[in-house]
C-alpha cells in the first residue's frame, strides 16, 4: 500500500513536471524567432544614435523621432539573397508624417542602378489607422514604382507584429505574421527592375511629412511627440556577400554577382529556397489572395491610370481590377462591432482596440 502510495505520488510528480516542460518548451517555442539575433551580432548605428536605444540582451532595438532627429540602423553585411524579418511594433496616437521603415537596398553603393525591397509603415493622424506599404525596384527602376498600401488586420500600436522580406534569385515574398502577402516572382520580361545585386537591411524613422499622410497634407507633429517604433526578433538569414563590409562599398561595386559568388552561395540559396515559408502550396496562395482582397488599399496592377499594361508579376483579377476605383482608396478601417444599444456601445468600446479595426463592408 505504502509503496504503491508512493509510486503514485512519482507517477504524478513526474506528470507535473512533464507538463510543466511542455509548457516551457511551448512558451519559448513562442517567444524565440529561430535565428533571431543579437544587434550586435548582424547590425551597426547608421544615423541619429542619440535617438537609438537598445535593451540589455540587444534583441530589441528601440527608434525614436523627435524634432531633432530620426533613427536607423543597418546590416554590418550585404547580402545575396536572403530572409529578413524583424517584430515591429508602430508609435501611438497622432502619428501623421511619420514613416518607419524596414527595408532592403543598396542605394549608397549603386547610385544610378540601386535595388530595393521595402517594407513601410505610414503614420496617420489619431484614431486612423497606420498604413503598410511594400514597394520593389531593380536596377534604378525608380520611375517605375511597384508599391501596394495595405490596411493592417490588426493595431500595429499595441503590440509587436511580424514583418518578413524574403528574397531568392526566383521570387520576392513579403509577409505579414507569417502569412505571405505579396509575391513578386522573377520573369524574363521583369528583366533589370528584379533586384539583382547584393542588399543590406535597414531600418529607420524619419520625418515623412512631403508625402506620408494624405500625399503631405498632414505633416508630423512634433508636440505629440516623440515617436518611438520598437524592433525586435531581427532575423538576417542569407549569404553575406564577401569582403564587402559597409564600410568598404568599393569592394561591392566591382564584386556584384559574380560567378563565384553564386558558386560560394549556392548552398544558402538553396537553402533559402526549400525553406517552409519559401513554398507556395495553393492553400498559401488562397491565403493571400484572401488577405489582399480585405486589407489592399492600392496596388500598381490595377493602375491603368498610371500603367495601361500591369507589370509581368501581376496576378490580375480581372473582376477586382475593373472594381478598383470603386474600392480603391475608399476602404476604410471602423470597428467591426457597431454600438446600437446602451450594453452593445460598452461592448463595442471595449472590444474596439483588441477586435481592432475591420474594414466596413
Ligand atoms: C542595369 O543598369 C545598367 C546601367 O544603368 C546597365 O548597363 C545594365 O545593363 C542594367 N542591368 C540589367 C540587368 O538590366
Known sequence: MVACWHQQLGLLVAAAAALLMTRLLLVSAMSDVPGAITFDDGFTPLFGEANMERSPDGRTVSLTLNRYSGAGFISSHYYHHGFFSADIRLPKDHTAGVVV??????G???EKNHDELDVEFLGNRRRHEWRLQTNVYGNGSTDRGREERY???????????????LWSSRV???YVDGVAVREVPRSGAMGGDYPSKPMALYATIWDGSTWATDNGRYKVNYKRGPFTADFSDLVL????????RRDDPAALQLQQLGSDEDDRCAGSEFELMTAEYAIMTPRKRMEMRRWRQRQMLYTVCYD???YPAPFPECDVNMEERQKFWEWGESKVVRPRVRARSGSRRRAATATTQQVSLQQAD
Open 151 to 165: 490596411l493592417m488586420p490588426f493595431d500595429p500600436t499595441l503590440e509587436a507584429h511580424r514583418f518578413s522580406i
Open 101 to 106: 521603415a524596414f527595408y532592403l537596398s543598396n
Open 304 to 306: 491603368t491610370n498610371r
Open 172 to 174: 520576392v515574398i513579403f
Open 237 to 244: 538569414r542569407g549569404c553575406p556577400a564577401a569582403a564587402a
Open 108 to 110: 549608397d553603393v549603386f
